[in-house]
């Protein structure tokens, strides 16, 4: 069975630098196969069934630091693409980005922001369209981090091109 594994934090600073080829050995030691890395964020398909707690203590003890992961089955991951509900007006993948969650937080409120900026919620995942660029967002930090730790976020370029290794 086809997984995905997206690694939060990962080549962002200087202090979480990951080889590619290094982070396919440690889920190959793990016991996964067909392993194949996508970029240099920490984005990783692999056969076979790992836990994110192990992936998380194979990193700690392999590369002195901690990363949050979230795994999903190929089938969850594809039905987070499909189900996007600001398709319509993400004319930009870089603009576009998908926050996947473990779990939608209890009470949660999304908060009020302007247009041309968007931000919708399923049941597993966040989409936010920020067409002035995700630094000029208006989303409160406080919001992020109301999310939990086990949250991760890439753009809509990225998770096409995840998407296409899942279908290739």
């Not at 200087?14 to 290094?22: E, G, H, L, N, T």
């Not at 989303?139 to 091109?161: C, E, H, I, M, Q």
């Amino acid at each position: 069975m086809t997984q995905v594994a997206l690694l939060r934090g990962i080549n962002v600073g200087p202090s979480s630098r990951i080889a590619m080829a290094d982070l396919r050995e440690a889920f190959e030691q793990l016991g996964c196969t067909s392993v194949r890395t996508l970029l240099q964020s920490g984005n990783v398909l692999f056969e076979g069934s790992v836990t994110a707690a192990r992936v998380e203590k194979a990193i700690v003890a392999r590369f002195g630091y901690e990363s949050r992961v979230l795994i999903l089955g190929a089938a969850a991951f594809t039905r987070v693409v499909t189900e996007n509900p600001l398709m319509d007006v993400a004319h930009d993948p870089s603009k576009m980005i998908i926050t996947f969650l473990e779990a939608v937080p209890v009470g949660i409120a999304l908060p009020a922001i302007e247009p041309p900026e968007r931000i919708a919620l399923t049941d597993h995942a966040l989409y936010q369209w920020c067409p002035d660029g995700i630094l000029k967002s208006k989303v409160p930090p406080a919001f992020w981090r109301s999310l939990g730790p086990r949250v991760t976020s890439r753009n809509l370029r990225t998770v096409d091109k995840i998407a296409a290794l899942l279908d290739a």
